[in-house]
């Protein structure tokens, strides 16, 4: 029977979302009210790259996860990222997973935390979050994840369980 978490968004990620989606909208309506008309390459790209930067990250958002007897699956608006839990080694609830973190590729703080990261203390990281304080770290075979669902301390009790319930199925 699948379990839904839901993936709450923190202050920090409202108030990044809400400053970055207002510089956008300025962006596009200077195009309209301040690029004069013969100007129309620019006029254009001043509209319609602020709208693709909102479309994408609004597509790529972290909506929810879900957890399976197999599988994570992470909730996406059009997609879902699934993590076979069968590679998994460990999960730890860590509010620090962030803490001195960089962005190497991905989203920062519009509408999510999403894209490859490193720290110090983790090293090379995928995040799919919305509240770094929910931080939960799953540590797979080849990979480590950063996720964030609103109740962290029952996703960790619940994969827990599935950790020790495949251990003890394993020959």
Avoid: K
Avoid at 87 to 92: A, P, R, T
Wanted: positive net charge; glycine residues 8%; contains cysteine.
């Amino acid at each position: 029977m699948p379990l839904d978490f839901g993936a709450p968004w923190s202050r920090s990620l409202q108030r990044s979302s809400a400053l970055v989606v207002v510089l956008l909208a300025a962006v596009a309506a200077a195009g309209v009210l301040v690029v004069p008309a013969h100007s129309l390459l620019v006029r254009c790209l001043m509209i319609a790259l602020p709208l693709a930067v909102l479309a994408g990250a609004l597509c790529s958002r972290v909506s929810g996860y879900t957890l399976t007897a197999a599988a994570l699956e992470v909730q996406r608006p059009l997609w879902r990222t699934t993590f076979a839990l069968a590679d998994l080694s460990s999960v730890v609830g860590d509010a620090a997973a962030f803490t001195g973190a960089f962005r190497l590729f991905g989203n920062g703080g519009l509408f999510s935390f999403t894209g490859i990261f490193w720290s110090r203390r983790l090293g090379c990281f995928r995040a799919l979050a919305t509240d770094p304080a929910r931080a939960v770290v799953l540590r797979f075979r080849r990979r480590t994840l950063v996720i964030t669902p609103g109740d962290s301390q029952h996703f960790i009790v619940r994969v827990r369980t599935h950790l020790q319930t495949a251990e003890r199925a394993a020959p």
